[in-house]
């Protein structure tokens, strides 16, 4: 199937030169086009190794951190995008399938369909935890505790997911806003894919998780590894926003 006038694919990186080698072989290796990057004051070797690539000419970068949702809608504003889906794609993936093609398929086949999501596995071929139900206010406190962890929770069915990690997401672009505006920018770091998920599941639209296809990813699960770190902090504070925005649609959700 060709994909590329269908999807534009969107890579936020930060010092991630370690694992971008595999994703941008993977990227070549299965010949996907229209993937653009931001870079965000990465000071390692992400730069260099980006230059270096067959995508040299669609990089934006970016001299300070800025929010993830941001970064993505930026990459839309600044080269132009107007794609019928967008796919997110952490730089520390990499996958040995065309799992783009197969996600494409099955949007085709579920016309309410909002999002789509692959099954995840650990490098080390152990399923990752990424389909998951709405966290209710008590898990998430668990959770940044560190009493609760990622290797804890139970992966959803594919019939029953609420949301799925942001590392690899195809996005409908019906759920795109004004102004290029595909994620909530008001989210620094973390929720920003609770959120179009949410958002996508009240205006009809159902996530799809796709047990045909899948990727490969490093989980890094910075928030989690120190109580008192800004990671966890802004994993807090989104939560804290995610509530608030939805409130009533959100609370009173049988979670």
Known sequence: MHTDSQVSILVVTHNHGQYLKKLLKSLEDFKYKNVYFCDTASTDDTVEILKKSSFKNQILFKNELEGFAKNNNDLIRHFQLDSEYYLLLNPDVFFTEDFLSILLQKFKQNPSAGIAAPLVYYPDGNLQVTWKRFPSLFSVILK????????????????????????????????????????????????EDIDICFESKTRGMEIIGVEETFIYHHLNELSAKKIWSKYNFWNLQSIFKFVIKWNFKYLFRNV
């Open 144 to 191: 940044r505790l560190g009493i609760r962890k990622t290797t804890d929770e139970k992966q959803s069915k594919a019939s029953e997911i609420d949301w799925a990690l942001g590392a690899c997401l195809l996005i409908s672009q019906k759920l795109l806003k004004n102004g290029g505006r595909l994620l909530d920018e008001r989210y620094r770091l973390y929720c």
